[in-house]
């Protein structure tokens, strides 16, 4: 039964040039609850930290933080909303469910 769970591992290159793993999973998830991020880019610092950990698990909050630089912070949001997404099962079925019809507005 468990043989077919198999989290997604997402790579992310960040400031140190280095490719780093990042998979959600129930434990990642938990571990970012205990962690105070308040505010967008502390929210996703924690997030990001908390997919780390499986396979980077020396990294500190802070080592990820000096990890985001500030002008990238917007293509990491987008990097950890498709990837929790997907840890979700939120993506697969919008794909499932195809496009969503516009409405139409003239005649």
Do not use: C
């Not at 909050?61 to 990491?76: Q, S, W």
């Not at 949001?77 to 969503?100: H, I, N, R, W, Y």
């Amino acid at each position: 039964m468990f043989e077919e769970i198999v989290d997604k591992i997402h790579e992310i290159d960040l400031a140190d040039g280095k490719t780093y793993k990042v998979v959600f999973t129930t434990n990642a998830f938990v571990e970012m609850e205990k962690v105070d991020a308040s505010g967008p880019i502390g929210y996703n610092r924690a997030l990001l930290w908390a997919g780390m950990r499986e396979y980077h698990p020396a990294l500190t909050l802070e080592d990820v933080g000096r990890l985001m630089p500030l002008f990238r912070l917007k293509e990491i949001d987008a990097f950890l909303a498709q990837a929790v997404s997907e840890a979700m099962g939120t993506e697969s079925k919008k794909e499932e469910e195809g496009p969503v019809p516009q409405e139409q507005t003239g005649p």
